[in-house]
């Protein structure tokens, strides 16, 4: 007789082979970007690289495009850039997490992976309990589950999850993403000697305190970490009003920074900003690789988003993560740059242009496509506005007199043009990732960052470059390999 475990593994995996075909049929389906191999795809999970591999978890509802009862999907890779689909890490087969298996991250210790998540709970009554479990694995792909680890403290509501942990002057912290019973969003911390037993040691952020105040009504995926001597505090809070040109999306992702102090489990620090000013982002995660550096990947999408009118839901998949990002420190504000080793994906020479424009708009031979990559550096826009047409689907438009960076797509709900907007006092140079269905735009070396989902006419390749007035730019363009 199969254990639960067995049934859910042996249901998901007959789901893959069920809908295959049907899936890589999809004219949508991406060629670098990490993507379910079937159902629906969120946050990642466990970011880590263990004994010399990078391992990425992720939200995965195999057995339909919408959410439910949460497993632990896992891909790994060698260079960040070629990923193996691995064995299904973990699933809700226990009391503790029997209707999923929620975001968390993952620690080396003693040369073990350990894994710490949410184990979510419901009655008849939908009535919700919250456990922050443990599992852990000596080769990163088989997990023994350890069960709760971290209990519901007084003072919250059961939305209290996706555990981040990390070691500081000999001891474990954990912060814990959480809603306070009067409704506020706020990251909880915790500590611990053995990361067994843990202790609540406050709020760490959040909760009506200063200088947030009034901010949202809960707190998802914090990760806490040093960036250059700066303590970043990464979350993504839910329930915050438009204003202006920020907080457009139904949901946010983005940071403050400040100093953590460990002895005493406080946190200081300023306001805070969006980490993405386009259309899809979401409960990003980092991870610190051999290489020193501060690496994250964010969600291609945001909750409650219309994320069921998404055309690939015909082909029994949605959603993607961004590629992956290394995050620096630069002249007062953190910077998002692709990793290095996306290079790998590009395919020959680059085809390069010095391109001048006046109140025109053309296509540029060699430069169509609809998995590429583009850079555009030495940005002279002297007056008036410059444009990027992608698929005739997207757009990337700048303002010189309104000083503004616009991304622009057609509604794959209604079909109207619909925007999002950042200030950019000036703007120097832009890379471009496009990947047949998705467009991550890098503006200023990564100062700012927009990221969408788009749909474009399968038929239409076409990338065309506009100006209402005198623009001069070099660009250069390669095609992308296919990885997936």
Known sequence: MMSKDQELRKSAYEEIEKHQSLVESDPYRLHYHIMPPVGLLNDPNGFIQFQGTYHLFYQWMPY????GAKLWGHYSSEDLVHWTHEEIALTPSEWFEKNGCYSGSAIEHDGKLYAFYTGNVKDEKGNRESYQCLAVSEDGIHFDKKGPVAHLPDGYTAHFRDPKVWKQDGRWFMVIGAQTEDEKGAVALFTSD????????????GAGQEPLGEFGYMFECPDLFDLDGRDVLVFSPQGLEAEGMSYQNVYQAGYVTGTFD?????????????LDHGFDFYA????????GRRLMFGWMSVPDQNEQDHPTIA???????????????????????????????RQGEAVEHQVTLSKESRSLDGVDGKA???????????EGWMSVAIGGNARILYSRGQQVLTLERQSYVDGTVEKRQVEVPQLDSLRIYVDTSSIEVFANDGACVMTARFYPSVQD???????SAAVSFYLRKWNLAKVF
Do not use: C
């Open 262 to 274: 460990p002895r005493q489990g406080t946190y200081e620090h300023g306001a805070f900003t969006e």
């Open 315 to 345: 082909y029994k998949w949605l959603h993607n993560m961004t590629l992956p990002r290394v995050l620096t420190w630069q002249d007062g504000q953190l910077y998002q740059q692709p990793v290095q080793e996306l290079e790998a994906l």
């Open 372 to 382: 590429v990559e583009l850079m555009l550096s030495d940005i002279d826009v002297a």
């Open 284 to 291: 990003p995660q980092t991870a610190l690789d051999e290489k």
């Open 461 to 467: 390749t076409s990338i065309r470059f506009s100006s």
């Open 194 to 205: 053995n990361l067994m037993d843990w202790t609540h040691a406050g709020i760490l952020a």
């Open 64 to 67: 339909k495009t919408d959410h």
